[in-house]
């Protein structure tokens, strides 16, 4: 009984503050999320849309000025590397930033070994991710659907170790990483085209604040 009404509150309040943010910026939009409760709205929307960066993010999400002020810092850190990034999706959500590099780039079919080219993909995000050590990293790994929902579940959590152990390699210290797989589980694209199946091969970078980060923005808001 308890959990269902938190959850209904989590709705609630969710679809409370989405419609106060209608005519917002990212960083009012993560303000607001955050006064609302971002871990349990995050938890709701994640499960609820299959949008896993979506869900994970906004259950990081500190709001009102401190996470204004991460906002910012996000905005300059996303805008790197948007331009100096090749073949990298780069989206702003709330207080972080989602990469995307979908099989094509990192992985051959099949195959969970990074090979020359996706190194040299990852060598520029590692060396931005090393400007910026106040963050935390989730790499999640995901599939098309198809082949079996275990060996697919595998594969994504092999590639996601993978990229891990590749930027641990590079100096990314390995507190500031976690893995995922999702296998097939949480489709971005359609299932139902080659071409939605390619881009649902892919590897997600979720680039949160970590405690030093919202210590900092913290002080410098209340400044």
């Given at each position: 009984?308890?959990?269902?009404?938190?959850?209904?509150?989590?709705?609630?309040?969710?679809?409370?503050?989405?419609?106060?943010?209608?005519?917002?910026?990212?960083?009012?939009?993560?303000?607001?999320?955050?006064?609302?409760?971002?871990?349990?709205?995050?938890?709701?929307?994640?499960?609820?849309?299959?949008?896993?960066?979506?869900?994970?993010?906004?259950?990081?999400?500190?709001?009102?000025?401190?996470?204004?002020?991460i906002g910012r810092k996000m905005d300059k850190q996303a805008e790197e590397i948007k331009n100096e990034v090749p073949g990298a999706k780069v989206?702003?959500?709330?207080?972080?930033?989602?990469?995307?590099?979908?099989?094509?780039?990192?992985?051959?079919?099949?195959?969970?070994?990074?090979?020359?080219?996706?190194?040299?993909?990852?060598?520029?995000?590692?060396?931005?991710?090393?400007?910026?050590?106040?963050?935390?990293?989730?790499?999640?790994?995901?599939?098309?659907?198809?082949?079996?929902?275990?060996?697919?579940?595998?594969?994504?959590?092999?590639?996601?170790?993978?990229?891990?152990?590749?930027?641990?390699?590079?100096?990314?210290?390995?507190?500031?990483?976690?893995?995922?797989?999702?296998?097939?589980?949480?489709?971005?694209?359609?299932?139902?085209?080659?071409?939605?199946?390619?881009?649902?091969?892919?590897?997600?970078?979720?680039?949160?604040?970590?405690?030093?980060?919202?210590?900092?923005?913290k002080k410098e808001a209340g400044n």
């Amino acid at each position: 009984m308890i959990y269902a009404k938190k959850l209904t509150a989590g709705i609630l309040a969710f679809a409370i503050v989405m419609s106060s943010c209608k005519n917002m910026n990212k960083t009012q939009k993560g303000a607001a999320i955050g006064a609302g409760g971002g871990a349990a709205i995050g938890a709701v929307i994640g499960k609820a849309t299959g949008n896993t960066a979506l869900g994970a993010i906004l259950g990081a999400t500190v709001g009102g000025v401190t996470g204004a002020v991460i906002g910012r810092k996000m905005d300059k850190q996303a805008e790197e590397i948007k331009n100096e990034v090749p073949g990298a999706k780069v989206e702003r959500v709330e207080e972080g930033i989602v990469v995307e590099f979908n099989n094509q780039i990192l992985f051959g079919f099949d195959k969970s070994d990074l090979g020359a080219s996706a190194k040299g993909s990852l060598d520029e995000l590692v060396t931005i991710l090393n400007k910026y050590p106040d963050t935390n990293i989730e790499i999640q790994g995901h599939t098309d659907d198809t082949g079996t929902d275990s060996y697919n579940m595998g594969l994504s959590e092999r590639r996601a170790v993978s990229v891990a152990n590749y930027l641990r390699s590079h100096n990314i210290g390995s507190a500031r990483i976690t893995t995922k797989g999702f296998g097939e589980s949480a489709p971005k694209y359609d299932n139902s085209t080659e071409n939605g199946r390619s881009q649902n091969r892919r590897v997600e970078f979720l680039i949160t604040a970590n405690e030093k980060m919202k210590a900092d923005a913290k002080k410098e808001a209340g400044n």
